[in-house]
Nanobody, 119 residues
Framework: QVQLVESGGGLVQPGGSLRLSCAAS????????MGWYRQAPGSQRDLVAT???????NYEDSVKGRFTISRDNAKSTVYLQMNSLKSEDTAVYYC?????????????WGQGTQVTVSS
């Protein structure tokens, strides 16, 4: 059974920082590309940052220079360090794991963690 469990969300003031974690189980973590996505009320779920199994990273333009995605394969955990937070970063943040094996594409999602940026 695959599980992705996010943690680290909460309420933070503008300009503050949070570190999200996503602990994976039931998969060979090192074989998976990992990503963080977010969904604000009334909006679609959008990509925030991804990191491949080889460590290559990609960021949505609005978070470049503020957010950092990283992974620890020994702990089967992916992180999202969020600095200089803005009110528009408020959303539910979701962790995603995906892997392609031949003709098969496996995708798993966590349950999400709320991030609220407000004074």
């Amino acid at each position: 059974q695959v599980q992705l469990v996010e943690s680290g969300g909460g309420l933070v003031q503008p300009g503050g920082s949070l570190r999200l974690s996503c602990a994976a189980s039931g998969i060979i973590f090192s074989n998976n590309d990992m990503g963080w996505y977010r969904q604000a009320p009334g909006s679609q779920r959008d990509l925030v940052a991804t990191i491949t199994s080889g460590g290559r990273t990609n960021y949505e333009d609005s978070v470049k220079g503020r957010f950092t995605i990283s992974r620890d394969n020994a702990k089967s955990t992916v992180y999202l360090q969020m600095n200089s937070l803005k009110s528009e970063d408020t959303a539910v943040y979701y962790c995603k794991a995906d892997r392609t094996a031949g003709l098969w594409h496996y995708v798993y999602w966590g349950q999400g963690t709320q991030v609220t940026v407000s004074s």
